[in-house]
């Protein structure tokens, strides 16, 4: 896979915030905040048109992987909360 950020992937198989930048949610796999921003990268390169139809696609497979991780980390945080309501409600 390649972008246009040096040692992004490194960092991303690493589990590790690429340089200058820091996430308060820090999960296997990667952040959400890293993954989100990697996402719109994505979203800009098939937006610009640019691309052959296998970058494209290369692209959009790539897009879907970050979307659906994403949404995991976002339902996994929504049932933590529900945790901590319940809790503070004496459930």
């Known amino acids: ?12 198989r690493a589990g590790q915030q690429p340089a200058g930048q820091q996430s308060e949610l820090a999960l296997e796999g990667g952040t959400f ?34 979307a659906e991780e994403c949404q995991g980390l976002l339902t996994d945080v929504e049932q933590r909360i529900e945790v901590l309501r319940q809790r503070a409600n004496g459930a």
């Open 33 to 66: 905040e890293a993954l989100y921003a990697r996402l719109e990268e994505v979203a800009q390169r098939l937006e610009a048109g640019d691309l052959t139809l296998e970058q494209s696609v290369t692209l959009y497979e790539e897009g879907m992987r970050l």
């Open 1 to 12: 896979m390649s972008n246009d950020h040096p040692g992004y992937d490194d960092a991303y």
